[in-house]
């Protein structure tokens, strides 16, 4: 079979899959009905393209290859869905008739690294073989559990011991505010649908051997040599992330500047150990080449827990060396997409994994697009030239989705990999030797990996400096599957179509007038009330023609996963008030992404006017906030007696959910009532009910948003 054809093949494959995550069907068809409508949808395009293509494309390969892309599509839909987990008739989930199980104590073996999340708890992934209930008899259960543990002395684990723990089994939640962390949907991609909060472990086995062993023998000797935290950073940037518990300040502070991908293991590390590697064998014979640089990528691969993107490149990089073992040129961009059908072959649910999303992007981006931008800057050396050519064709591939992901980019993501690509070469060069000698003899390691502290504090001092200028992360607000999409399409045929890539400065400017136009027409007409699901406190945003007021959220946890990715999603980059109850409050974690002009304290507020946003204080428990013709009543505090001193009738009542007046209520009678509240009591609803007033509280709908077009739509859709 002939290279186009065997491209069309792997496509198909790959757009197959990727076709199961382009349409969202109702939610009253089950898994196997939208799987036959997807295979309907794809044999209609299968068979429109044998018919046509010939009209367009009159060099087109034979009919007869459209077809087996066509079938090969469809195999991919329905392989993806074999593949996809669910829960097995014994899985531990099945437990959870309610929300949460007690006191419950699972035994089963470690089978992940055991990482440190944000709160110091130790976390790691569960292989559950049985389980027992108070002083019920053990059962044999299976599945896979999310488990965090305190992080004790006496909670010490590793990888691949079997532990017994006991601790709270728990329902993951699904994301109920916009652009939220979606827990649930996370675990079950991961093959998990319950999650343990570990207390004690009740009794351990001893630790088998593992490759974990090796690997904490190496990030020990790096951390012994210059501190914990240049030492994991090394660490880090060798081996990736993935394999070692990096501080999260470090993490935000890469991400923040557009570095995170020198912190995982990616084709970047893989071509400078491949090229070390036949440098120092270049006397050697290709087939001892091989052989030596295949063992190299082998425990490389091994080292960093055979991440996505390591793989691809592992990959790519054998074909490479069996290029050199024959003496043939090896088509990168053939190699890549063989790379790829392997990959997800083999585990085709990794079609949604984002490192293998922006790796293989990367990649393309730095195979087709370096050699055009090299092109048009052949008047700088070659020495500069290389690097600020793959710094922007890496970016520009990967920034689309990027931004459709995160609803924002690093602005200064350009400069700060063209000033940092020749420090991070020498420290990843430098982190792969001293791995080396930190393996054969830790002190060694130690002392070798001193020689790099200087370099990683240079590199530290510039990601610090990077990230304290105005606006180093910019949110864009959502940007749509349908541009993303035009704008790859675009970059695609600026590369291969000569007449595209004449009038690339066109394409470029249809490119940003598709991104900034939505931006532009929001920010001046969209007048917004979002009332968030949080646990404690209502969180408001209110949006008014480019005016941002934040009402509470100051609470780190809240800030960090529910304020800031809603204020991304809506492109918000300056908050112009927030409003708060707590007299020590800072917005700290919030200020630190998005700069809050003004920040005021409820108690000492009498009126307050933003734009068409307006705001009273009129007792000390109640707030009146009117937007537009919307006027909103928040209840601050309900466990104090309301009493309204004057007469006032407000369209919607906010207040987090206990009981109310009865006679207060009837005498100002809301329209529409919002209660922040996990569950609503039958008391609060029959009340509300006889009085007639549109009901809707958090722990069921999720946020609410309210607009002057649309009116009250909640987050979740309840059946």
Known sequence: MN??????????????????????????????????IRIVILSLITLLTTIFIRRFWWQSPPRKIWLMGGLIAIFAVVYLEIRTPYPAGNDISHLLKNNVVNSIEITGSIISEIRLNRRENLQFWLEVKEFSLKNLPTEKSTGKLYVTLPNLAENEVYPGQEITIKGLLYRPRRANNPNAFDFANYLARQGAFAGLK??????????????????????????????????????????????????????DLFIKTGLAHILAASGFHVAILLGFVLTITRNLSPKQQFIIALTVLIIY??????????????????????????????????????????????????????????????????????????????????????????SLAATLWTMPLLMFTFNSIALYNIPINIITTPLVTLISLGGVFTAFLGLIYPPLGSISASILYYPLELLLQITTFFSLLPFSTYSTGKLSLGVMLIIYICLTLICFNIWFRQRWHLIGLFILTLILIPIIYQHLTLTQVTVLATKSQPV?????????????????????????????????????????????????????????????????????????ITGQLLEKNLFKFQVKNQSWLWIVNPKIPVNLSQEFSPLVLLWQGSNLDTQWLESIRPQTAIAVTTNLSRNARNQLRKARIKTYWTGRDGAIQWTAKNGFQPFLINE
């Open 198 to 251: 570990g207390e004690i472990i009740i009794d351990k086995k001893s630790p088998t051997w593992g490759i974990w062993q090796i690997r904490q023998r190496i990030v020990e000797a790096q951390i012994q040599g210059i501190g914990r935290e240049k030492g994991t950073l090394l660490s880090s940037i060798t081996l990736g992330r993935q394999a070692v518990n990096l501080p999260a300040k470090i993490t």
């Open 301 to 390: 691969g091994t080292l960093t827990g055979l991440q996505p993107s390591v793989l691809r490149a592992i990959l790519m990089g054998i074909g490479a060396l069996i290029g050199l073992l024959y003496n043939r040129q090896v088509n990168s961009l053939g190699s890549l997409l063989l790379a790829a059908t392997i990959i997800l072959l083999w585990q085709p649910l990794w079609i949604w994994n984002l490192g293998f999303q922006l790796s293989f992007l990367a990649t393309l981006g730095l195979i087709i697009t370096v050699p055009l931008l090299k092109n048009k800057i052949d008047y700088f050396p070659n020495l500069i030239a290389e690097p600020i050519a793959i």
């Open 540 to 612: 408001i945003i209110i949006q008014n023609r480019g005016n941002t007021l934040l009402i509470n959220g100051e609470e780190p946890a809240t800030a960090r996963y529910t304020v800031l990715p809603f204020l991304r999603q809506e492109g918000i980059n300056q908050i112009q008030g927030a409003i708060t109850v707590n007299n020590s409050a800072q917005f700290s974690t919030i200020s630190e992404s998005i700069p809050i002009k003004k920040t005021i304290n409820l108690s000492q507020l009498e009126k307050f006017n933003l734009g068409e």
């Open 3 to 36: 290279r186009p054809n065997s491209v069309i093949l792997g496509l198909a494959y790959i757009l197959g899959l990727l076709s199961t995550g382009l349409v969202d069907f109702s939610p009253q068809l089950n898994r196997w009905q939208e799987v036959v």
